[in-house]
């Protein structure tokens, strides 16, 4: 399993982290959870990746770990169980007792690197064990390594079309649906995910009246202050980060179809408007408003379909750009996407009675689409004779597909770089009877820290 080989992974870059403060070897060192007498031994197989969350919880409650040598297998349950009666199989000498003169010079931020590196799943876990780990959210020691650590895949926030209220969050790493209780967010009004910038979500209902941010890990929040000019008609949403993490601040724009435009900064906690719309922009934009707003450094790019083609504005330079691109022929449901700074186009190609799934690349010399990648023909024979309709959620090199007509209900997430194409498990709410479909969302790279 991922998470066991990342686990793996983790005692090797802790040995490496030991041996350069000039430790112990990682398997002579035992780890206090907390400064109890008690020990337990971990007991971690390829079968459950659970036993080891068990045994993380356990731990917490009855003392401190510690780390079996990677060369010895671990024990078997029979034998655990004989341990814990006080038997002794006669292969294994008694636990040895606490060294405090190894642990009074532990250095702390070794705790926060390696916690830091869990599967964020796994860390809401491990966040029971004891009040420290529990308080690592808040300590800006956590948040520096938090940051340090590549990214991994997004997430997707998505919202069904029977729980418009709440969300169901998505993690593609270990394939598996949450469903997070965001209190803050108001419930007499429906608040869509429209755009996300370092692990903040920008929420907008759908009277287009406010604005929210919110972290959906840590559930931090923040409704933005009234904007400066009132627009009812449909608006569309980016966000960028002012550096590489929160801390710099993120912006956030909106534009309609007649050429209206805001920017918020949030380090001011204000609404301006730089400028207006160049007159080589052709108005009113039309904009397509099921393809979000991509986001390539500091530029929002904006799919528009009349001329067809996209819109861009620095948030840097406050500098609009237009680009008239003709789209494919046969094309519906189409949104942008991007992968590594590439521009890419999603859509269903429809023709007689066939539907496909196509990926197309935006050629930069020709500004023309560019085939390159469509979804397998044994999954597109489903769609046959069948009035498909497609939603894409996320931009950031990993889409989700939601497809749906009568008949059928499938969701799909395709890797632009791998071109990896991978069936999602249905999304079944809490207590609920069937799977849902998704009406919208957007995808976000998971951040414990990301405050707003």
Not at 53 to 65: L, P, Q
Not at 272 to 301: C, E, H, W
Not at 306 to 320: F, L
Not at 367 to 387: A, S
């Amino acid at each position: 399993m991922e998470e066991l080989v990342m686990l793996r992974q983790l005692i090797g870059q802790l040995q490496e982290y030991v041996q350069v403060c000039g430790s112990q070897p990682l398997q002579q060192l035992q780890f206090p959870l907390l400064n109890q007498p008690r020990w337990c031994s971990s007991n971690v197989d390829d079968n459950s990746i659970d036993d080891y969350y068990s045994f993380m919880m356990a731990a917490g409650k009855s003392g401190s770990v510690r780390i079996l040598e990677p060369s010895k297998p671990p024990p078997s349950k029979r034998y655990h169980k004989e341990r814990t009666r006080g038997k002794s199989s006669g292969t294994t000498n008694a636990t040895e007792p606490l060294e405090q003169h190894i642990w009074k010079d532990f250095p702390e931020d070794l705790y926060e690197a390696v916690i830091a590196r869990l599967p964020i799943a796994t860390f809401f876990r491990f966040r029971s064990v004891c009040r420290r780990w529990n308080s690592l959210l808040d300590s800006e020691s956590f948040a520096q390594h938090c940051a340090e650590i590549p990214q991994a895949n997004p997430w997707f926030y998505t919202i069904t079309h029977e729980n418009v209220n709440s969300g169901a969050m998505y993690d593609p790493s270990l394939k598996k649906w949450h469903h997070p209780m965001i209190s803050s967010l108001p419930t007499k009004l429906i608040v869509l995910p429209v755009a996300s910038a370092g692990g903040l979500v920008c929420f907008l209902d759908i009277g287009n009246r406010n604005f929210y941010v919110c972290n959906p890990l840590n559930q931090s929040f923040k409704e933005l202050p009234a904007r400066s000019v009132t627009v009812w008609s449909h608006i569309a949403v980016g966000m960028t980060m002012n550096g590489s993490s929160t801390s710099g601040g993120y912006k956030i724009m909106w534009v309609g179809c007649d050429g209206e435009y805001e920017v918020y900064d949030s380090l001011r906690n204000s609404w301006t408007r730089p400028g207006s719309m160049p007159s080589s922009v052709k108005l009113p934009l039309s904009l397509n408003f099921r393809s979000q707003a991509l986001t390539i450094d500091s530029t929002l790019y904006f799919m528009r379909s009349d001329p067809e083609g996209i819109v861009s504005y620095d948030m840097v330079t406050g500098v609009w750009k237009q680009f008239i691109i003709p789209t494919p022929l046969h094309l519906t449901d189409h949104t942008l996407a991007e992968c590594g700074g590439r521009i890419m186009l999603v859509g269903l190609l429809s023709k007689n009675a066939a539907t496909c799934v196509c990926i197309w690349e935006l050629q930069k010399m020709t500004l023309l689409w560019k085939e390159v990648d469509r979804m397998p023909n044994i999954w597109c024979l489903e769609f046959y004779g069948k009035h498909v309709r497609m939603t894409c959620l996320g931009n950031k090199g990993l889409l989700m597909l939601s497809l749906r007509s009568r008949q059928m209900n499938r969701l799909v997430t395709y890797n632009v770089s791998s071109r990896e194409w991978l069936k999602v498990p249905g999304c079944v709410v809490p207590h609920g009877r069937k799977r849902q479909w998704i009406a919208c969302g957007t995808s976000f790279y998971p951040c414990l820290t990301a405050v707003v």
